[in-house]
């Protein structure tokens, strides 16, 4: 099947997004990728400046936006405190008019077992991930309810009730992501807002594939998937498509009829023996 251009590229003028963790990685790769299909975005992240350790900055992320000529507000913002979600909702709302689609993909992460967790650790993962989400779900849907639109979409993994040992806390705070967005999507349809889950096949090449060392290179695909299946699910009205924990892959080939992903891969071909991490 050909792909669709406008599920690809859906028509997003006069849209604004709110995209956490939009300094790097898939964030801000999102966030540009929703202007340039005509979304203004509030770009949300602690980090001001970029650094050797982590190169990228909200700020960056906003100029490379409003060289699109779309608006853009650069927002710090630390996701575990819930009047900083609350100002980024409320600064985006009044200064950009609206709140359409919101992007809870700011991420903490810690792959390791039990005994090498310590609560602290637990309890960082917890805020930043399921916490998080919710609190932004919490602002932003008075406004979504309003419109009687609205996509809400979680960067989590599906449900299962597979053990993941070595990543047990890791995996507690990243579900708890997706029990919100089925929450929201069972409590909201009537409301014409959509809430669903999208989670890589892959791993993705991003500052923490790069920092925890998951494998090599040859084994990433790029942001540019993640962004594609995005757009997809937001191509379609919310009440028709919610409640959904999509895979990349998926979703493309569902709401887009997109089956070759080879042009994804980070060294231009798929690996001998891939790695898929939507088993975990």
């Known amino acids: 099947m050909t ?22 990685g898939i964030g801000r790769a999102l966030a540009i990728r929703l202007a340039q299909e005509g979304a203004d975005v509030a770009v949300a992240a602690k980090s001001e400046q970029s650094t050797e350790r982590l190169p990228g900055s909200i700020h960056e992320t906003a100029d490379a936006i409003r060289a699109l000529g779309r ?12 009047d900083a979600i609350r100002n980024l909702i409320e600064r985006c709302v ?20 039990i005994l090498q967790t310590p609560p602290k650790r637990f309890d960082l993962m917890m805020g930043v991930n399921a916490r998080a989400a919710y609190i932004a779900c919490y602002y932003a849907l008075p406004h979504m309810v309003k419109q009687q639109w609205g996509h809400v979409l979680n ?8 053990p993941s040992p070595g990543k047990v806390a890791y995996m507690i705070s990243k579900l708890g992501m ?38 090599d290179r040859a ?9 594609d299946a995005s757009l997809a699910i937001f191509a379609q009205e919310p009440r028709t498509c919610t409640g959904r ?33 939507d088993t975990w």
């Not at 792909?3 to 939009?22: C, N």
């Not at 200064?95 to 810690?110: M, S, T």
Request: proline residues 7%.
């Open 3 to 24: 792909p669709s251009k406008s599920v690809l590229h859906p028509d997003l003028r006069g849209r604004v997004a709110v995209v956490t963790g939009a300094s790097r």
């Open 71 to 82: 608006r853009a507000l650069a927002i710090p913002t630390d996701v575990r405190d819930e």
């Open 94 to 113: 009044a200064e950009l008019g609206r709140l359409d689609i919101l992007v809870n993909n700011a991420g903490a992460i810690w792959m390791q077992p």
């Open 155 to 162: 960067m989590c993994p599906q449900l299962n009730d597979r």
């Open 178 to 215: 997706a029990r919100v967005a089925l929450g929201v999507a069972a409590e909201h349809k009537r409301d014409n807002i959509a809430a669903n889950t999208l989670w890589p096949r892959t791993i993705i090449e991003t500052q923490a594939s790069i920092g925890w060392k998951m494998a």
């Open 219 to 227: 084994q990433w695909r790029t942001p540019e998937i993640v962004c």
């Open 245 to 277: 924990q999509w895979i990349d892959e998926a979703a493309l080939a569902g709401l887009a009829g997109i089956t070759d992903f080879d042009r994804y891969w980070c060294e231009g071909k798929p690996p001998a023996d891939p790695i898929y991490i």
